[in-house]
């Protein structure tokens, strides 16, 4: 359905009180029981049965969108009314609320009367309602206008067109500025499909077109305006008939349309054959409704056609004259052939920001410049989407991932940190105090992968043979398991035990579990006594004992693939050991032919506090555990 907001040919808007949407101002007169000389007033507006084409005589309210007591805003669709030709969203053009709906659904009404009362605020329902339609009736017939300064037009060529007029957006307007123009002179149009923008008094409007054809002359151009009911432009049936309504053009001038002089001419407003260059399509039909022009339907009851039998080949499979015509020769209605529509173009006139009515008024009740919002509506007019996302009422609509499987669902907002998030949380920004520095090295890999899958069946982990490592690289170098002291103006606080802690990740947090003495002990017993730390930590077990007494921290990522990382510093220690994952490389090697082979190497950074650890005593760590790693194993496996 298209949509009405536009499209009012006005043909009834030039009488005092009807206009193209049938909005009328009515004051309401209300006894509340006071003495007959005072009473209290309500203010309201009637809606108006609209003429939504220049052959209209009545309309049918196929459906009302609002109900009583609803609010509405102007620019919103209210109902849906059944004319001659189509059917159309009607809009309103006031805010308010619908106070009375007279015209129920599925009724008829002739054009111009009084279908439903709009009450200004939601206090006024009642009194509107109860004030109901009053004496003044919806007027008669509209007159045909004359030719503006009396000056006799020409007549209208034999040819078959129809006329847009400058239609009435509300109830006040007297006349109208053509803000743009959607198509071109020469550009094909649709029935129902926007043609140019019209400001009113009230807002900015599409006008649509209620006929099919050609655009054959804008008789009101860009910037310029109009009164009510004056025409605007010409329609043509055929293509080949737009230059005689161009020179018919010219004679009008912007008056209002001429009577009827010619049969021809009487025919105008009917909707015309298709468009030359719209593709055939399969007849597309609503329910029991047969989808054809108002022409064909007159020629095939004047043939005794059973039009429903008949094959269209108009847009959309819309039933033209020329289908009647060949139907009742007994011929088929002539193949068109299908050519790509030619992509439509429109640039607005300087000036003029594209927007849809609705998207304007939601702009200007969020006081939203409509200059700062991009459009993503046609010809890139800003939509009413676009103003809510703007102002944040509407989160843009996701796209579905391939396959149109719907998005993930992922969490969202804040969630308040844990106990445990915020003791890491406190930890790692203080850190940031620190003056740390960072230094890496290589160790091939391949005799401890080798050492590791000997003594993996008695229990033995990468992480238990690692922090044994460790701990005995850290007995040659007593400085790494230090840390820095403020007592007495600073200092270095040396510590005898060797605590090894390790980061293990779990669910809302982070902890620490400790080896305690890793370098007195087997590593067998390492391993047993880290496998029950971690089982406590998942658990949330851990006593205090068992994850604060850390001198020294590795953190190991390599389990999860990362090859190369730096690790933030511990509270209370001087270093910390980052441990990356084991990967092919190629190392220099005196017995290979090419003097080349093939190794599994490890990427280790260790960072350290600088105020009592420095860098030769890093270098001097990371080549000793290197050593014990590469060639010195017999130790680590003790």
């Not at 410049?369 to 676009?386: A, E, N, P």
Request: hydrophobic letters at 45%; one cysteine or more; glycine letters at 10%.
């Amino acid at each position: 359905m298209a949509r009405f907001g536009v499209a009012l040919l006005c043909l009834l808007a030039l009488q005092n009180e009807v206009s193209a949407f049938g909005v009328v101002k009515q004051s309401t007169s209300v006894n509340y029981g006071l003495p007959s000389s005072t009473q209290l007033f309500a203010e309201g507006s009637k809606i108006l049965m609209p003429a939504l084409s220049s052959t209209m005589k009545e309309g049918k309210v196929v459906s009302w969108l609002k109900n009583e007591g609803d609010e509405i805003e102007a620019g919103e669709a209210i109902m849906v009314v059944e004319s001659d030709k189509a059917d159309m969203d009607v809009e309103a053009f006031e805010d308010g609320f619908i106070a009375k709906i007279i015209i129920g659904e599925g009724e008829m009404a002739p054009v111009g009367e009084a279908v439903a009362l709009i009450a200004s605020s939601e206090d006024e329902i009642e009194a509107v309602a109860a004030g109901g339609v009053g004496e003044e009736a919806a007027p008669a017939a509209v007159e045909e206008a004359a030719p503006a300064g009396g000056a006799p037009a020409a007549g209208p060529p034999d040819v078959e067109f129809s006329q847009i007029d400058m239609p009435a957006l509300s109830s006040t307007m007297k006349e109208g500025k053509v803000v743009s123009w959607l198509k071109a002179e020469g550009d094909p149009i649709e029935a129902g499909e926007a043609i140019m923008v019209v400001e009113s008094d009230k807002a900015d409007m599409d006008v649509e077109a209620f006929d099919e054809g050609f655009l054959a002359a804008i008789i009101t151009e860009e910037g310029d305006s109009g009164t009510v009911g004056a025409p605007v432009a010409l329609i043509a049936a055929n293509e080949a008939d737009i230059p005689a309504l161009k020179e018919y053009a010219a004679s009008l001038s912007g008056a209002p349309a001429p009577a009827a002089s010619a049969p021809a001419a009487a025919a105008a407003p009917a909707a015309a054959a298709a468009p030359k260059k719209v593709a055939a399509a399969p007849a597309v039909a609503t329910g029991d409704r047969v989808v054809a022009s108002p022409m064909a339907k007159k020629l095939a009851e004047e043939k005794g056609i059973d039009i429903s039998t008949v094959a269209g080949t108009g847009p959309n499979g819309r039933i033209t004259a020329g289908d009647v015509e060949a139907a009742s020769s007994g011929g088929a209605a002539p193949a068109k052939k299908a050519a790509a529509p030619a992509k439509p173009s429109w640039t607005p006139a300087e000036g003029v920001i594209p927007a849809t009515p609705m998207a304007r008024v939601a702009a200007k009740k969020a006081k939203i410049d409509l200059s700062t919002i991009q459009g993503t509506g046609s010809f890139g007019r800003v939509t009413l989407d676009d103003v809510k996302m703007a102002t944040g009422e509407k989160q843009p609509e996701r796209k579905k991932a391939a396959g149109g499987a719907p998005a993930p669902e992922l969490p969202d907002g804040f969630v308040p940190f844990s106990g445990m998030q915020n003791a890491v949380s406190n930890a790692m920004v203080g850190t940031l105090t620190v003056p740390a520095f960072r230094v890496s090295t290589d160790i091939e890999m391949t005799a401890f992968e080798a050492l590791y899958q000997k003594v993996k069946p008695n229990g033995i982990s990468v992480s238990a043979l690692i922090t044994k490592a460790v701990a005995l690289a850290i007995e040659r170098h007593p400085i790494i398991n230090s840390a820095y002291s403020p007592q007495d103006g600073g200092g270095t606080l040396f510590k005898k035990d060797i605590n090894i802690a390790m980061a293990v990740a779990i669910d809302g947090g982070l902890i620490t579990p400790t080896l305690n003495y890793a370098n007195e002990r087997p590593v067998a017993e390492l391993a047993e006594n880290w496998k029950e730390l971690v089982g406590k930590a998942k658990s949330g077990t851990l006593t205090p004992a068992e994850f604060t007494t850390g001198t020294f921290t590795i953190s190991n990522m390599g389990m999860f693939g990362v090859t190369d990382f730096g690790s933030l510093l511990s509270e209370g220690q001087g270093a910390i050991l980052a441990v990356g994952a084991t990967q092919d490389a190629v190392v220099p090697c005196s017995q290979s032919i090419l003097g080349l082979k093939k190794a599994r190497k490890m990427t280790i950074t260790l960072t350290c506090d600088h105020r009592q650890i420095y860098g030769a005593d890093a270098a001097l760590f990371l080549r000793t555990l290197k050593s014990i790693m590469e060639n010195e194993l017999d130790k680590v496996s003790a």
